[in-house]
T-cell receptor, first 115, second 113 residues
Framework: NAGVTQTPKFQVLKTGQSMTLQCAQD?????MYWYRQDPGMGLRLIYY???????DKGEVPNGYNVSRLNKREFSLRLESAAPSQTSVYFC??????????????FGSGTQLSVL | AQSVTQPDIHITVSEGASLELRCNYS??????LFWYVQSPGQGLQLLLK??????LVQGIKGFEAEFKRSQSSFNLRKPSVHWSDAAEYFC???????????FGTGTRLLVSP
């Protein structure tokens, strides 16, 4: 019963390097989300995908790109990493977009450090 | 604009004692309200949610929360804390889809023996 799986769990990058964070869910959910979590701040939405084939910006999209590869997978790419992108990244999924009977399921996170 | 305030950054409670974590929100209409728990190294897990109806909401792991419209609050409570409850707790508010959900800054709960 995997749920939402994120890889890698930890990553250290140098400024200017690129990388892709992977996320996959096995619950046949339509919607997927990428958040970042910084000390003293709540989770902030980077991008989301309401359904396969669509993506939309969240609160803090600058410096990131996403791809909804298929219904299961939603990746987050940092093209040129900056120290300000040091954070813990969470992927989440939901069946729909937030009806009263739905809930968000979160992965266990990726801790990214940019030096 | 909607916002969520969790005024306590850290709280320490003795095992077996009662717990109340505070959450205040600002929202134009009656919001949907959520409490999530994040154990070390884990993602967030939903404890409970309020959408409408009874203002006292029961959740998992023995937690409950009460929606008080007059105080714009949605405080989380547990009558007897266990050591395994040590975690970070997030309140969230929103109504127009998960993409509009606003999270508080979190309260870290420490449980002392």
């Amino acid at each position: 019963n995997a749920g939402v799986t994120q890889t890698p769990k930890f990553q250290v990058l140098k400024t200017g390097q690129s990388m892709t964070l992977q996320c996959a869910q096995d619950m046949n959910h339509n919607s997927m989300y990428w958040y970042r979590q910084d000390p003293g701040m709540g989770l902030r939405l980077i991008y989301y995908s309401a359904s396969e084939g669509t993506t939309d910006k969240g609160e803090v999209p600058n410096g990131y790109n996403v791809s909804r590869l298929n219904k299961r997978e939603f990746s987050l790419r940092l093209e040129s990493a900056a120290p300000s992108q040091t954070s813990v990244y969470f992927c989440a999924s939901s069946e729909g977009q937030g009806a009263s009977n739905e809930k968000l399921f979160f992965g266990s996170g990726t801790q990214l450090s940019v030096l | 604009a909607q916002s969520v305030t969790q005024p306590d950054i850290h709280i320490t409670v003795s095992e077996g004692a009662s717990l109340e974590l505070r959450c205040n929100y600002s929202y134009g209409a009656t919001p949907y309200l959520f409490w999530y728990v994040q154990s070390p190294g884990q993602g967030l897990q939903l404890l409970l949610k309020y959408f409408s109806g009874d203002t006292l909401v029961q959740g998992i792991k023995g937690f409950e929360a009460e929606f008080k419209r007059s105080q714009s609050s949605f405080n989380l409570r547990k009558p007897s804390v266990h050591w395994s409850d040590a975690a970070e707790y997030f309140c969230a508010v929103g109504r127009r889809g998960f993409q509009k959900l606003v999270f508080g800054t979190g309260t870290r709960l420490l449980v002392s023996p």
